[in-house]
């Protein structure tokens, strides 16, 4: 990583202008979800629905959204695709809460509590299907080729991410390859369709799939900051879950590089799952905020939150892209 300076956050970023952009979209993507989450089998849209409705940003299909907004794109094709992009992502919220086994998502029960590991994994190849559905109905081989190619790439950085676990020798490099996969390869996914279904240039297409896979970098690592500098409330999830699980995060391998002889030999342990109580993760805390650890991530995220907004350059300066922008600001400030 080079050690230019980043231009600070906003710090008043919101995604209120991505909000209000999408808005109307959103109500048609928001349709498609709804009907294409039902099924005879009752326990389906339940579970489904615990999810779904549960108060997440919803910033994937958003992106097909403002990308098609930003290309001037007049059709409704967009809208089953942004309800694919979710279907995508919540199948895989799903499954990665059976793996990493745990309790809260979005500040509620996971839905592997509620129902059980086997439903839960289920519903989420349901959810992997209609999404599939979705892709074929829209008729484009490019958009399937895309968005399966991404829950492909998703697929291979979530078992990176499990040969990674616990293994404290992770380097900087390999953390960024998995959060390049497991996180950012749907973020680029769900901005270049919209550049597909507009049929823009490459250079437009390769625009949007390099402002979403960016932010979607920046995103994941603020993600992963947030674990060790925010609470439960505030995440809506266990904090420390990353820690307890033994997961290799930015945070946690620098702290580790940075360290004395003493503290490595804690992280080893910790890592290892030897030393995962409250009292080991108040001194991982301690550790990583004494070695600006949660900073410097934050600061690489502001990086390529930067890219992302450097990649939305070429198009001419109007609402969507403003949005677009502040999106990526709010990623990098954001406390939640």
Known sequence: MSAEIV????????????????????????????????SKIPLIPALAGHLISGGGKRLRPMLTLAGAELVGYQGNRHHKLAASVEFIHTATLLHDDVVDGS???????????????????????????????????????????????????????????????????????????IIGAKTA??????????????????????????????????FQLVDDAIDYDSDAATMGKDRGDDFREGKMTLPVILAYARGTDAERKFWKAAISGHRDGDDALEEAVALIAKYDAV????QRARHFAQRAIDALSIFPENRARAAMSEAAQFAVARGY
């Open 7 to 38: 231009p600070l956050p906003r710090h008043d970023a919101t995604l209120d202008p991505m909000l209000a952009l999408t808005a109307p979209g959103m109500n048609a993507v928001n349709a498609v979800i709804l009907d294409r989450m039902q």
């Open 295 to 298: 900073a410097d991530t934050r």
């Open 185 to 218: 390869a749907l973020f680029a996914a769900a901005s270049r369709i919209a550049a597909v279904v507009a049929e823009c240039d490459d250079v437009k297409e390769q625009a949007l799939d390099d402002y979403g896979r960016n932010l979607g970098i920046a």
């Open 103 to 177: 309790d809260l998502r979005r500040g509620k029960a996971a839905a592997n509590i509620i129902f059980g590991n086997p439903a839960t994994v289920l519903v989420g190849d349901f959810l992997f299907s209609r999404s599939f559905e979705l892709m074929v109905e829209d008729g484009s081989l490019k958009v399937l080729k895309i968005l399966s190619g991404a829950s492909a790439i998703i697929a291979e950085g979530e078992v990176d991410q499990l040969t990674a676990q616990r293994q404290i020798e992770t380097s900087e490099e390999r953390y960024l390859a």
